[in-house]
């Protein structure tokens, strides 16, 4: 239930909708307060001393008519603007950092703030704009003076939020800014699904992946004599998140096991194998029913999502570089960029323990027995795309170097140092067949067999 909490909140805090929609309802109510305020304690009938004070709160049925309709037609006129702008940046985000990561821009609170305050307060205007009455021989008329103020406040408020709103723009239009943001979710994955960090096995000789055949996906697409059980996709999309607490908590009150053949951004079709399980009972009826519960804590979607994909993380990041490297942006530097920020990730991600290959019940019993992206994986897509592309440009081609150095040190498995020097090998055949620079490309290779 709290995977799906959280899967459904991501969803709803990254749409357009929510932010401003409670800035208009909170506007609507502030609207009805400051009107009954008016209407129970208005200006004219506080005491001499207060009402001495508060003159200035008073205004006429006309000023007052005048002022608030101007403030709501600037209001809604700069709010088009503003949309024109938020649009704006969002086509130049798609077209020049890729549609996937239009999702880091729309989770950001400034522009549905500026849209929601905006939205809103023209709202509150034209509420109060419709309570103000003349006064006639039959009614006294009603000004409410304290609503009116309040919308003047509120149209100075959506002045500050414009500003703060156009350097925010001007900000994120920059490109430093977009890789930096994709870091930031990285890191978070990381730390997220990777326990603890600085508690690395410091043994070179040790296997940390003791299920080898399992975990690099070779077995992921057979069950075998232990696993009779095949829990089936009911739908198509990519697994944005599995409730890996529910499902052991259901695994273990049916006193089976499971193994999920299945990670977060695997695509899955309708009828793919999700888990194999141990058969709980010999009924066959509870035993389908046990299934399809088991079926219902996988959650998918039309697209990734890096909150439990590391790799979707890492794949925006080099996305990025290998748009910078297209022949019509041109731009090596935000593609060295992205190089550095991948290069500090990835050796975060070293320094981490590596995730839990199976789930304890209370009485240290495995239940589940989890999938993870391997090392080998998650480098090789962070490098592969753009050492293609940046093949002949020896800055780009000499930070991979660099990068490679760096995770070298921190390995602490033999695994990694090998595919480690893998990636460095494909550097090194990259560099000799495509460099044509023999000055660049000498120099380069001398530094790879001189780090080997």
Request: aromatic share 8%; with cysteine; glycine share 6%.
């Amino acid at each position: 239930m709290k995977t799906w909490l959280i899967n459904h909140w991501s969803n709803v805090r990254t749409s357009f909708w929510f932010t401003p929609a409670l800035y208009i309802v909170g506007s609507i109510a502030l609207a009805v307060a400051a009107l009954w305020f008016d209407s129970e304690y208005p200006v004219d009938d506080w005491e001499a001393d207060r009402w001495r004070k508060a003159r200035w709160l008073t205004v006429t049925d006309a000023a007052a008519r005048v002022t608030l309709g101007t403030l709501v037609g600037a209001l809604f006129t700069v709010t088009g603007v503003v949309f024109s702008l938020t649009m704006l940046l969002l086509s130049q985000t798609t077209s020049q950092y890729g549609p996937r990561l239009v999702r880091t821009f729309m989770q950001h609170r400034v522009p549905q703030a500026t849209l929601g305050i905006f939205l809103g307060t023209s709202v509150y205007g034209l509420i109060v704009l419709r309570s103000i009455r003349e006064p006639t021989e039959q009614d006294p008329g009603f000004v409410p003076n304290v609503a009116v103020l309040l919308g003047e406040l509120g149209a100075g408020v959506c002045l500050i939020v414009l500003i703060a709103f156009l350097q925010f723009v001007s900000q994120s239009i920059r490109a430093e800014t977009v890789v930096k943001s994709v870091y930031r979710d990285l890191c978070e994955v990381i730390a997220r699904l990777y326990p603890g960090g600085q508690n690395r096995n410091l043994d070179l000789n040790a296997n940390a992946n003791p299920d080898r055949d399992f975990l690099q996906g070779q077995s992921s697409t057979t069950a075998d004599s232990a696993f009779p059980l095949v829990v089936l996709a009911d739908e198509d999309g990519y697994v944005q998140d599995i409730d890996l607490d529910s499902l052991l908590r259901r695994v273990h009150l049916a006193g089976a096991q499971l193994r999920l053949a299945v990670t977060p951004g695997d695509y899955l079709v309708h009828g793919d194998a999700l888990a194999y399980s141990t058969v709980p009972t010999a009924d066959i009826a509870s035993t389908m029913d046990y299934a399809t519960k088991l079926a219902d804590h996988f959650y998918y979607g039309s697209r990734r999502t890096p909150r439990q994909d590391i790799e979707c993380a890492v794949s925006e990041l080099a996305e990025v570089a290998v748009r910078a490297l297209s022949p019509g942006i041109n731009d090596p530097f935000t593609a060295v960029s992205c190089l550095d920020y991948l290069s500090a990730a990835m050796c975060h991600l070293l320094e981490h323990s590596s995730p839990p290959l199976a789930l304890m019940d209370s009485d240290g019993v495995p239940r589940v027995l989890i999938r993870h992206r391997t090392f080998d994986t998650l480098l090789s897509t962070a490098l592969d795309q753009i050492r293609l592309y940046g093949k002949a440009d020896p800055k780009v081609m000499g930070r991979i170097a660099i990068m490679l150095d760096r995770l070298e040190r921190r390995a602490r498995t033999t695994d990694e140092i090998l595919v480690i020097k893998e990636q460095r090998k494909r550097l090194l055949e990259t560099i000799r067949d495509n460099l044509d620079d023999p000055v660049q490309r000498d120099r380069l290779v001398d530094r790879c067999q001189t780090s080997e």
